[in-house]
């Protein structure tokens, strides 16, 4: 069964201060990752896509890693704001009959002063 | 260029009733996917749709069903509502299927359905 599990469930953490989330997947065959950011009532933001062949990718403050051999992923914040107060969605896109996009619970990251 | 729209924003039905939602895609996008959010069970993938095929179906019974227009609007009903149905419904537009490749989804503001 296509999985996606991330951890931790939740974070606090103070303003000006660097985190990493962790999304760990077992869908099979591979097409993509995908994170996301949820601000509270509203829909997800999308961070980053990474293919198979991508090891980082970028986007300001945010870092994303892939190791498709173990089948793990990262988020990295950097110099955390209090905007980045949100739900963080790991997303596993498969390919050919396993093309489903297959959602993460998520972590809740909380940015404190 | 304007964003993925939903309507209605909000919603409250009754039990054993119908609903439809909607979905306007941003333009030139031919997919569009539904799902279901709920505080204990996350963001749950509901169906697909491209150029106004299904294209991927989730695990939800055949209560809910929805389906494509030719200008990419969607539309998504829910016949003999229940309680559990109460969530916020989101959509997503992309340029192509998500099996087709690392396609952006853009997701609207969603709908909250609640359940009385």
């Known amino acids: 069964k296509n999985q996606v599990e991330q951890s931790p469930q939740s974070l606090i953490i103070l303003e000006g201060k660097n985190c990493t989330l962790q999304c760990n997947y077992t869908v099979s065959p591979f097409s993509n990752l995908r994170w996301y950011k949820q601000d509270t009532g509203r829909g997800p933001v999308s961070l980053t896509i990474?293919?198979?062949?991508?090891n980082t990718k970028s986007n300001g403050r945010y870092t994303a890693t892939l190791d498709a051999d173990t089948k793990q992923s990262s988020l990295h914040i950097t110099a955390s704001q209090l905007s980045d107060s949100a739900s963080y969605i790991c997303?596993?896109?498969?390919?050919?009959?396993?093309?489903?996009?297959?959602f993460g619970t998520g972590t809740r990251l909380q940015v404190t002063l | 260029k304007a964003g993925v729209t939903q309507t209605p924003r909000y919603l409250i039905k009754t039990r054993g009733q119908q609903v439809t939602l909607s979905c306007s895609p941003i333009?030139?996008?031919?997919?569009v996917s539904w799902y279901q959010q709920t505080p204990g069970q996350g963001l749950q993938f509901l169906f697909e749709?491209?150029?106004?095929?299904?294209?991927n179906k989730g695990n939800f019974p055949g209560r809910f069903s929805g389906r494509q227009f030719s200008n990419s609007r969607s539309e998504m009903n829910v016949s003999t509502l229940e309680l559990g149905d109460s969530a916020l419904y989101l959509c997503?537009?992309?340029?192509?299927?998500?099996?087709?490749?690392?396609?952006?989804?853009?997701f609207g503001p969603g709908t909250r359905l609640t359940v009385l």
């Open positions: 997303v596993v896109s498969g390919a050919g009959t396993a093309s489903k996009l297959t």
């Open positions: 749709y491209f150029s106004e095929t299904q294209r």
């Open positions: 333009s030139g996008h031919r997919s």
């Open positions: 997503a537009s992309s340029l192509a299927s998500a099996g087709q490749g690392a396609y952006e989804q853009f």
């Open positions: 990474m293919t198979f062949s991508e």
